[in-house]
């Protein structure tokens, strides 16, 4: 089955860190792009950073120089590095594929919650 | 990187068509053909239902179509039913090869 799988969400005090990964299966995860997005409660979608397949990446300006996306396609594997979280941090985080050779979202995750408590 | 402009809501009868718009920059959605909008249903993940401004994915209803006019992006619903009340965003692609996504529209389904 085609899927992606979230995971690494929980509780964690402002100003510390957190890796959230997220498992892709049934396609060949090395060749897709990959994007991280979040939705704080009662709010909108968000998007956060993407990855290319040659490892280039970018950032919305709210989380650069704080977040670090990374892939690991032998464990067909993407993961968010997120260090001094706050509390505005606090959202579902989703993992999203970039369609082949576009730029829409066409597989997501069902999302992890993170949750930063000052 | 400004949030994309959505109404807040919209509303309609079963059957009737209802238009959401997507407002942004030349540096996005004017500047670009890389709209999509996604629907999500509460406690759900977001589903794609339009890319590339008009493009429909497989197994996406015919009733869903996109157009696009300047810095505007429009979805349409047409024959309204009681399944497509949810939440719709749209995303644009933008320079410096980042995204943007709207602030969400909640359809009613009366």
């Known amino acids: 089955e085609v899927q992606l799988v979230e995971s690494g969400g929980g509780l964690v005090l402002a100003g510390g860190s957190l890796r959230l990964s997220c498992a892709a299966s049934?396609?060949?995860?090395?060749?897709?792009?990959m994007n991280w997005v979040r939705q704080a409660p009662g709010k909108g979608l968000e998007w956060l950073s993407y990855?290319?397949?040659?490892?280039?990446?970018y950032y919305t300006d709210s989380v650069k120089g704080r977040f670090t996306i990374s892939r690991d396609n032998a464990k067909n594997s993407l993961y968010l590095q997120m260090n001094s979280l706050r509390d505005d941090d606090t959202a579902v985080y989703y993992c999203?594929?970039?369609?082949?050779?576009?730029?829409?979202?066409?597989?997501w995750g069902r999302g992890t919650l993170l949750t930063v408590s000052s | 990187q400004s949030a994309l402009t959505q109404p807040a809501s919209v509303s309609g009868s079963p059957g009737q068509s209802i238009i959401i718009s997507c407002t942004g920059t030349?540096?996005?959605?004017?500047?670009?053909?890389?709209v999509s909008w996604y629907q999500q249903h509460p406690g759900k993940a977001p589903k794609l239902m339009i890319y590339?401004?008009?493009d429909r994915p497989s197994g996406v209803s015919n009733r869903f179509s996109g157009s696009k006019s300047g810095n505007t992006a429009s979805l349409t619903i047409s024959g309204l039913q009681a399944e497509d009340e949810a939440d719709y965003y749209c995303?644009?692609?933008?320079?410096?090869?980042?995204?943007?996504f709207g602030g969400g529209t909640r359809l009613t389904v009366l």
């Open positions: 999203a594929r970039d369609a082949f050779g576009g730029w829409s979202f066409d597989l």
């Open positions: 049934g396609f060949t995860f090395s060749t897709y792009s």
């Open positions: 990855i290319a397949s040659s490892g280039t990446t």
């Open positions: 030349s540096s996005d959605v004017g500047g670009y053909n890389y």
């Open positions: 590339d401004v008009n």
């Open positions: 995303c644009s692609y933008t320079t410096g090869s980042t995204r943007v």
